[in-house]
T-cell receptor, first 114, second 115 residues
Framework: AQSVTQLDSQVPVFEEAPVELRCNYS??????LFWYVQYPNQGLQLLLK??????LVESINGFEAEFNKSQTSFHLRKPSVHISDTAEYFC????????????FGRGTSLIVHP | DSGVTQTPKHLITATGQRVTLRCSPR?????VYWYQQSLDQGLQFLIH???????AKGNILERFSAQQFPDLHSELNLSSLELGDSALYFC??????????????FGPGTRLTVL
């Protein structure tokens, strides 16, 4: 079984400041890792994913996450946030290989202030 | 707009009742996934169908069932409803085979309120 812990339920930050959203996971098997974003009144959108290879993965809108196997972490970072980044962010894991069966964290609400 | 449609948008019903939520995947997508998002449980994966066949099950209660039809739309049936079933139910679709991790496209969700 897998579990995901998102350490911060809410992260307030000013526009153009850097941000880090933390995610730690626990699993007895190898995993794939994901970050999803949920804007108000919308479904989830995949932000980025780690399947294999380079431990640093990037999204098209400036976010990046680094897989750290020794610390079982997959923190999400952005060097400079915009007001439009205000949303709920979910970290998820799924066993690698076989069926996609994700386990989600409780989410982190990123609030970007002007 | 993700291309995934869900109906109805809102549903209010009473305990003990049965409801059906409907999902139409993006054109060409063969996989449909169902998720539940509630304040108590957070976001949970329920079930995955690929081309009409069940491929993976998550935390889906026995009172809940799903199916995917030949035209690839899917329905999630919730019966003997309890107050705790109140939640947002999302459907997502993707085009790839089970076992490959493809981008899922989420619908806008159905908000179920059980009174």
């Amino acid at each position: 079984a897998q579990s995901v812990t998102q350490l911060d339920s809410q992260v307030p930050v000013f526009e153009e400041a850097p941000v880090e959203l933390r995610c730690n996971y626990s699993s007895s098997v190898s995993v794939y890792l994901f970050w999803y974003v949920q804007y108000p009144n919308q479904g989830l959108q995949l932000l980025l994913k780690y399947l294999s290879g380079s431990t640093l993965v990037e999204s098209i809108n400036g976010f990046e996450a680094e897989f750290n196997k020794s610390q079982t972490s997959f923190h999400l970072r952005k060097p400079s946030v915009h007001i439009s980044d205000t949303a709920e962010y979910f970290c998820a894991v799924s066993p690698s290989g076989g069926s996609y069966i994700p386990t989600f964290g409780r989410g982190t609400s990123l609030i970007v202030h002007p | 707009d993700s291309g995934v449609t869900q109906t109805p948008k809102h549903l209010i019903t009473a305990t003990g009742q049965r409801v059906t939520l409907r999902c139409s995947p993006r054109s060409g997508d063969l996989s449909v996934y169902w998720y539940q998002q509630s304040l108590d449980q957070g976001l949970q994966f329920l079930i995955h169908y690929y081309n009409g066949e069940e491929r993976a099950k998550g935390n889906i209660l026995e009172r809940f069932s799903a199916q995917q039809f030949p035209d690839l739309h899917s329905e999630l049936n919730l019966s003997s409803l309890e107050l705790g079933d109140s939640a947002l139910y999302f459907c997502a679709s993707s085009s790839r085979l089970p076992g490959s991790v493809d981008t899922q496209y989420f619908g806008p969700g159905t908000r179920l309120t059980v009174l």
